[in-house]
């Protein structure tokens, strides 16, 4: 990887930021890891580019931005990464680099969802559910947790449990409820 990326090959980049920030086959190194996306990204690689996004929106391996986060993360989106739509979407649900905007944060992550993003499925979920950026509405946050949950999305899983525990969004069921509370996470 690292001769392919010192010819010139973008994705090569991306890759040894991948291995970098994993540690696969190598030492663990984040600050390398950001170096190789950041090259990658600067010539316009989607997955690169949404991980730049991600480094700057947790400030790993460079100090927290969140303008800077939305910067990459908008050209990721405009590239196809569906996954940094979800991350945009959190962005104006919570106020983060940008004004916050529940209406358009949820749109973006209902976008996301509704690509299988199971990070936007759980949240989906959870706006549905509370009526966060849109009205709420117990069926259909149950249908999302639902998603999410078979695809082993853990909060997922204990949302559903408490839902068929109280019947709130579906019939009352005590016996999926412990069985999903098994794979939940409290």
Same mark, same amino acid.
């Given at each position: 990887? *690292?001769?392919?990326?010192?010819?010139?090959?973008?994705?090569?980049?991306?890759?040894?930021? /991948?291995?970098? $920030?994993?540690?696969?086959?190598?030492?663990?190194?984040?600050? *390398?890891?950001?170096?190789?996306? #950041?090259?990658?990204?600067?010539?316009? #690689?989607?997955?690169? +580019?949404?991980?730049?996004?991600?480094?700057?929106? #947790?400030?790993?391996?460079?100090?927290? !931005?969140?303008?800077?986060?939305? *910067?990459?993360?908008?050209?990721?989106?405009?590239?196809? !990464?569906?996954? @940094?739509?979800?991350?945009?979407?959190?962005?104006?649900?919570?106020?983060?680099?940008?004004?916050?905007? #529940? =209406? =358009?944060?949820?749109?973006? +992550?209902?976008?996301?969802?509704?690509?299988?993003?199971? !990070?936007?499925? $759980?949240?989906?979920?959870?706006? $549905? +559910?509370?009526?966060?950026?849109?009205?709420?509405?117990?069926?259909?946050?149950?249908?999302?947790?639902?998603? /999410?949950?078979? *695809?082993?999305?853990?909060?997922?899983?204990?949302?559903?449990?408490?839902?068929? +525990?109280?019947?709130?969004?579906?019939? @009352?069921?005590?016996?999926?409820?412990?069985?999903?509370?098994?794979?939940? !996470?409290?």
């Amino acid at each position: 990887m *690292r001769r392919a990326a010192a010819q010139g090959h973008i994705k090569a980049h991306s890759w040894l930021g /991948a291995l970098y $920030y994993y540690g696969l086959g190598t030492r663990r190194n984040r600050y *390398r890891a950001f170096e190789h996306y #950041e090259i990658a990204a600067q010539a316009g #690689e989607p997955n690169a +580019e949404y991980h730049v996004g991600i480094f700057y929106y #947790e400030g790993t391996a460079v100090r927290r !931005d969140y303008r800077t986060a939305i *910067r990459w993360l908008r050209r990721a989106a405009r590239h196809g !990464d569906d996954t @940094a739509v979800y991350w945009l979407g959190q962005c104006y649900l919570h106020g983060r680099g940008v004004s916050k905007d #529940e =209406k =358009k944060g949820f749109g973006l +992550e209902l976008y996301a969802a509704q690509r299988r993003v199971v !990070d936007a499925q $759980y949240s989906v979920g959870v706006c $549905y +559910e509370h009526g966060q950026g849109v009205p709420p509405d117990p069926e259909k946050a149950f249908r999302w947790y639902l998603a /999410a949950a078979r *695809r082993g999305y853990r909060e997922a899983a204990y949302s559903l449990a408490r839902l068929y +525990e109280t019947g709130v969004g579906t019939a @009352a069921n005590k016996r999926r409820a412990e069985q999903w509370y098994s794979r939940g !996470d409290p």
